[in-house]
């Protein structure tokens, strides 16, 4: 008989308190896909833009999921892969809930309502981008190899200082809110039927994605709206009961002393 060989382990690099590596971790754990944890520090170190990991992942973010034959660099393909859906294979309700889901900037959520209702997080916030654009460029000149992937992403940058200044940045607090508002109405109606997953029969890439972003408004001071829609709230309690939340590490608020020792290398 012969032996079986053994594939190594998917390795997923993924940052504790971060939104699309939730996604990913809950489509693993979901997926029953075993796979080797790499915790990098997006937020001090910005290890996403250390030459070695941009070589892995031009995207500069995470998740990013390296398989034997393929890495993917995106929550959406490592949500399928872990699903075992592709875009050719998806039905038209999870393509459409899913594109619904990636057609929003939730950072501008979670970010433009702290810089809305903190003078300081105002002031340090810009500071801190502009700091990191310099990098980026900086970054570009000492490796040529990868310079058109820095200035690249030396422009997100500049989209995201002109989308966080001070002066705009309560109005696009607002119209994220309310547009997030808008998304649990449209959970609300489908979910009014009494269905336990989003697109039956079973749980799907759409759950997982919509279930990062519940936690998401938790997280960011909305659960009273999730949780006055009824059938939303009642799938929300099916969604954090299932036995994949808590090894998923999905959080519904800021884990202070985590996120810091995360940094630190300790978490
Ligand atoms: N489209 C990407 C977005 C990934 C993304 O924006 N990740 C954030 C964390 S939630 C990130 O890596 N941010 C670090 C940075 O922008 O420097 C995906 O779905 O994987």
Redesign the pocket.
């Known amino acids: 008989m012969s032996e079986p060989t053994l594939e190594p382990r998917p390795r997923l690099y993924h ?1 504790l ?8 971790r809950l489509a693993l754990v979901e997926g029953g896909i075993a796979y080797e944890s790499k915790v990098i520090d ?1 937020h001090l170190k ?1 290890v ?2 250390q030459p070695d990991y941009v070589r892995l992942n031009p ?6 999921l390296v398989l034997p034959d393929r890495i993917l ?6 949500a399928e892969y872990a699903l075992a859906v592709s875009e050719a294979t998806i039905d038209g309700d999870t393509k459409s809930w899913l594109d619904l889901h ?1 057609g929003y900037p ?2 501008e959520l979670t970010f433009g309502g702290l810089l809305a209702r903190n003078p300081m997080a105002r002031i340090m916030i810009p500071k801190r981008l502009e700091q ?1 654009r310099r990098r980026l460029l900086e970054r570009a000149t000492q490796n040529p190899d990868l310079a058109k992937v820095y200035e690249e ?1 030396a422009a ?2 500049a989209g ?1 200082i002109h989308a966080f200044d001070p002066e705009t940045v309560a109005r696009l607090s607002e119209n994220r809110r309310a547009e997030a508002v808008g998304f649990m109405d449209r959970l609300e109606q489908t979910l009014h039927d009494g269905r336990a997953v989003l697109v039956p029969p079973a749980y799907g890439a759409a759950d997982v994605v919509w279930t990062v972003f519940l936690a998401r408004m938790e997280f960011v001071g909305m659960g009273a709206e999730l949780h006055k829609r009824l059938a939303l709230a009642r799938y929300w309690r099916a969604m954090r009961a299932r036995p994949s939340f808590a090894p998923a590490d999905i959080w519904t608020k800021l884990h202070v002393f985590r996120l810091i020792g995360g940094m630190l290398g300790v978490g």
Do not use: G, L, W
């Open positions: 940052a308190s971060s939104y699309y590596s939730m996604i990913a997006i910005m996403q833009q995207n500069m973010t995470v998740p990013t660099d995106q929550s959406r393909d490592i990636y939730i950072e990191v992403r997100v940058f995201r």
